[in-house]
């Protein structure tokens, strides 16, 4: 850091720190201008609170959904692997936790020790990758109880893994700074495992059947089939939360499910993948024949792979017509292949999205926006009006 960038009262803190060790200052004279200073100083060269935005966790009044990674397994510097953190009834739930998650929630100040919930869509790596560091940054920061985890079968497995794989290095913590600070019992995390009815059989044409799966007062989560073969089971979630509603449609081909789900809500967050773009990218690989030592060719195995991802995501053309059929307030694609990071990406999926929604009769009007790290949503509780922010 250059020294221009150093605040004034940093500079003083450091000052005086020399000069007691140089000169033996008595501690009972430093102690108040120390203590007063670091947090003003550390204040004013913070771009966020360390705590984070504690008024997502104290305002029962509206539903916040906050998008903390909108990525894909493809590594991009704007975005994170999946991550939705949603704020109601004073719970900080976050909906899966790809890599680079727990990074953006400290960019992004959000409260991180307030976490209460984590529910996972599938145990696919770009939704899973940062538990870890989510599990223990949230406990780091003052988490004052258990953190409950949710999802299908398979997350005893999944999230048992994490817990054996960072016991370690709860054992230190703990030891460290003392069992005040860091106590074991928040630490680990709940499993709350659930099954979805005939989630093996199901097709996408059959309708959502929306099962509860956490409830607490006026904050409702319920998951629903989504379909993501050969991952089995893969599921989505809607929550409510006093006359507001937001539907995290993981990763899915577009079901009945889907557009039932999102009916009406607020907000509708949903893959989108262009298949056009995949199968002109995966024949342009294809024909960069350029065989390894061993005489295989690097590039087929990179087409075929690209070529098998369309078949279990959705398309912007579904998003469109799920725009149109279930009227939710706002559409807004995320784990999005091509990545929109450049002007001419953007423009060729904006083609899609741009296509007019015609307006309902007695029904809101639905906009399509991109998903983008740090956006936000504020869905002020019995009301229609959709505030945006970034975080
Ligand atoms: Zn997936
Ligand atoms: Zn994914």
Redesign the pocket.
Known sequence: MSLAKVSLPVAAVLVLLALAIQNDLDRPFLAPLVSYLVPWGVKQNSRKPIVGDRSLVTNLEQLVVVMTGTGTPVADPERAAQGISVFANGEYLLFDTGPGVAENMAAQGMPRGALTHVFFT?Y?S??IGDFGEVMTTSWIFGRTETLHTHGPEGLKRVVGGFAQAYGPDMDYRTKHHGESLMPTQNWMPSMHEFTLPDAENASASDPASLVDVYTKGPLKVQAFRAH?EP?IP?VGYKVSYKGRSVVIGG?SVMTRGHKEACRDVDVCILDAIHHKVIEVTADTFKSMELPDDEGRSQYSRVSKMLLDTID?HSAPWDLVELAKESRPSLVIPIHMVPSPTNALMKRLLTTYYREPIPKATGKRDTQIKFGEDGMAFILPANSQEIREQRY
């Open positions: 599938h696919h770009d939704h993501h991952v893969a990763d279990y």
